[in-house]
Nanobody, 124 residues
Framework: QEQLVESGGGLAQAGGSLRLSCAASGDSFGMYGLAWFRRAPGKEREFVASIARGGTDTRYTNSVKDRFTISRDLTKKTLYLEMNDLKPEDTAIYFC?????????????????WGQGTQVSVSS
């Protein structure tokens, strides 16, 4: 069983930056496809970004392209989401997720493990 723990959320002003981290506990981190999803107040969970097992294939939802960057550190077993030029509409709980098949599809149903989430709030 894999455990994922997010950190790095908080309050930021519009135009600011935050970096989210997601630490994994198990030994199979390098085999996973990994992703970030978010759930804004009153909205359903949505895909944000993902990175496939090989580490070079990434995907982003259109609203965060050129602002957010997903990356991972295999030695630290940690997934990151660098968020720049934050907007109030980025306010949400952010979740990391792992797909044991190593894919980076943008569908939540493909992911086997989930973290508990970290709150990001962006003020205007």
């Amino acid at each position: 069983q894999e455990q994922l723990v997010e950190s790095g959320g908080g309050l930021a002003q519009a135009g600011g930056s935050l970096r989210l981290s997601c630490a994994a506990s198990g030994d199979s981190f390098g085999m996973y496809g990994l992703a970030w999803f978010r759930r804004a107040p009153g909205k359903e969970r949505e895909f944000v970004a993902s990175i496939a097992r090989g580490g070079t294939d990434t995907r982003y939802t259109n609203s965060v392209k050129d602002r957010f960057t997903i990356s991972r550190d295999l030695t630290k077993k940690t997934l990151y989401l660098e968020m720049n030029d934050l907007k109030p509409e980025d306010t949400a709980i952010y979740f990391c997720a792992a797909d044991t098949h190593g894919r980076n599809w943008p569908h939540a149903s493909e992911y086997n493990y989930w973290g508990q989430g970290t709150q990001v709030s962006v003020s205007s």
